[in-house]
């Protein structure tokens, strides 16, 4: 096994039953092995630092229903709550103070916020700040608006494509919503000039390791700037309220893989990854991850984005959480980056 951990490391890619093989056969001293190689291959690329990123949940209205998510249009127990382009700017300045120099506006597919509405709220967020990056995670979109986005000084995009199986994709989603259209949005991101992130839950429902294959050589086709990578947590108001959580070894392992394949990629150690486990952050970033986005988000509506159970830092200022952050980062010998963290092929 360590002779395919050493084949990923060199030529960056497997064949597909190597990385069943690998994913299959993993254990404790292999996933040692995995990830300092991935710690190194990180540290060559970016030195020890982790990039920061603030995270603002704008609206947590959606109109899809995706099987595995809290803010699901049919959870009538959310309490739904949107921003305005006001606040939004507030948290940005918030943020800035604290040394962000990303903002990630995220949302759920929430027809309210038009493109005109869009393309204000990014031109004043990069007018205020010309010296940050400006990420949006807001879902499907046509090409038009893509574009309008980017012109209106975007520069990067977050769509997970949750699953590159076609057949488990419907078994996480309703009908309308189809995975041809999901790779369609992320190539035209992509061709767009976009920083383009896709990315998977791990231990979804139904999901297995060649499930897990597919999503890893997905990955290697489309060579995204970012991957998010952390488990699926249940939430107790969706039709996937009583299945069980991923498992933190297996997101770590993965996280790992990826390193390997992509040396080059945004990786965060996620919110979900830091929810299964007090350690779950530090213990990705030590796996290979790079980034992590705290929340920015105003503290009177933290409590209500809410994708899963038991979300961490829901009541937290965003003061306290870039300190709890600097600490547990400096802890393992990493240090907070001051700066927008760009993809090296885009620096
Ligand atoms: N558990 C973990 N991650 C989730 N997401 C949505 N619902 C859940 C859940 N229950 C993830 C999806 C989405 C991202 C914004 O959050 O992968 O793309
Ligand atoms: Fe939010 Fe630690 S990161 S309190």
Do not use: W
């Amino acid at each position: 096994m360590k002779q395919l951990i050493d084949k990923l490391h060199k030529t960056r890619e497997l064949e597909p039953a190597e990385f069943k093989e690998l994913i299959e056969n993993r254990c404790s001293e292999l996933s040692e092995y995995l990830f300092a190689k991935a710690r190194a291959v990180q540290i060559e690329n970016y030195g020890n630092n982790v990039y920061i990123r603030g995270l603002i949940e704008f609206t947590n209205y959606c109109k899809n229903d995706c099987y595995y998510c809290g803010i699901r249009k049919s959870n009538s127990t959310a309490e739904r709550y949107r921003l305005t382009k006001e606040q939004i700017l507030q948290c940005c300045d918030t943020g800035y103070e604290l040394g962000f120099r990303t903002f990630v506006l995220q949302g759920g597919e929430d027809g309210y916020y038009t493109d005109e509405k869009m393309v204000d709220i990014i031109q004043s967020i990069k007018n205020n700040h010309p010296d940050c990056a400006l990420t949006l995670s807001m879902g499907e979109k046509s090409f038009e608006t893509y574009q309008a986005f980017f012109e209106a000084g975007a520069d990067r995009y977050l769509l997970r494509h949750e699953t590159a199986n076609e057949e488990h994709y419907s078994r996480l989603h309703p009908h309308n919503l189809l995975l041809k259209n999901r790779k369609q949005c992320l190539s035209d991101l992509k061709k767009i000039g976009f920083q383009v992130g896709c990315g998977f839950m791990v231990g979804s429902p139904f999901q297995n390791t060649d499930c897990l294959v597919e999503d890893l050589l997905f990955i290697k086709e489309f060579n995204p700037h970012m991957v998010g990578i952390g488990p699926f947590i249940p939430h107790h108001e969706t039709p996937f309220a009583k299945e069980k959580a991923g498992e933190l070894e297996l997101v770590l392992y993965l996280l790992g893989i990826v390193r390997l394949m992509l040396p080059e990629v945004l990786l965060p150690a996620t919110t979900a990854l830091g929810t299964i486990h007090p350690q779950g952050r530090e213990l990705g970033i030590l796996s290979g991850a790079n980034v992590v986005m705290p929340n920015l988000s105003p503290t009177d509506v933290r409590g209500k984005y809410l994708l899963y159970d038991n979300k961490i830092c829901t009541g937290d200022e965003a003061a306290e959480c870039r300190n709890c952050l600097q600490g547990r980062i400096e802890k393992i010998g990493y240090k907070i980056a001051v700066t927008r963290g760009d993809h090296k092929s885009k620096l």
